[in-house]
């Protein structure tokens, strides 16, 4: 999943390819990584667009298209809802505030800019709507 991350990877796919079935296979990555399979694959797509963003000049369809998301409104509609800036604000963000991260060792610099993944996409957006309305903010179960 790591080395390609743009490629799609249902669990159906990754039990088959373990031997095992599909509900031993999530129950156990998400016992191994602390995340679900499709939740710790998001967070690798991120990483990789935020590195593509930071690093380079492609256009952000180009990114959305490499790190594996078919349309680039639903890739600019995740990344926002998980960093907080839409992919272009977030890279001229990124590109202003540079400054000497090359004396930074590389495992630092990745695991600062990894996404908190600890909720769902949906689940955060479905919280700060919450908020917006005044509703009480009920504990979740995880």
Same mark, same amino acid.
Not at 72 to 78: A, C, E, S
Not at 93 to 98: K, M, P
């Given at each position: 999943?790591?080395?390609?991350?743009?490629?799609?990877?249902?669990?159906?796919?990754?039990?088959?390819?373990?031997?095992?079935?599909?509900?031993?296979?999530?129950?156990?990555? *998400?016992?191994?990584?602390?995340?679900?399979?499709?939740?710790?694959?998001? %967070?690798?797509?991120?990483?990789?667009? *935020?590195?593509?963003?930071?690093? %380079?000049?492609?256009?952000?369809?180009?990114?959305?298209?490499?790190?594996?998301?078919?349309?680039? &409104? %639903?890739? &600019?509609?995740?990344?926002?809802?998980?960093? &907080?800036?839409?992919? $272009?604000?977030?890279?001229?963000?990124?590109?202003?505030?540079?400054?000497?991260? %090359?004396?930074?060792?590389?495992?630092?610099? $990745?695991?600062?800019?990894?996404? &908190?993944?600890?909720?769902?996409? $949906?689940?955060?957006?479905?919280?700060?709507?919450?908020?917006? *309305?005044?509703?009480?903010? *009920?504990?979740?179960?995880?």
């Amino acid at each position: 999943m790591d080395a390609a991350s743009n490629e799609a990877w249902p669990v159906q796919r990754l039990a088959r390819v373990s031997h095992v079935s599909e509900a031993h296979f999530a129950r156990s990555f *998400k016992q191994a990584f602390g995340l679900p399979p499709h939740r710790y694959l998001l %967070t690798r797509r991120m990483e990789r667009a *935020k590195a593509l963003l930071r690093d %380079t000049e492609l256009p952000v369809l180009e990114i959305a298209l490499q790190t594996g998301w078919n349309s680039l &409104g %639903t890739f &600019g509609r995740v990344f926002r809802d998980v960093n &907080g800036k839409s992919p $272009s604000a977030w890279r001229v963000f990124e590109q202003a505030a540079r400054h000497a991260l %090359t004396e930074v060792p590389h495992c630092f610099v $990745s695991a600062a800019y990894r996404p &908190g993944m600890t909720s769902a996409v $949906s689940e955060k957006r479905r919280r700060e709507q919450a908020a917006k *309305k005044g509703a009480p903010n *009920k504990p979740e179960c995880l």
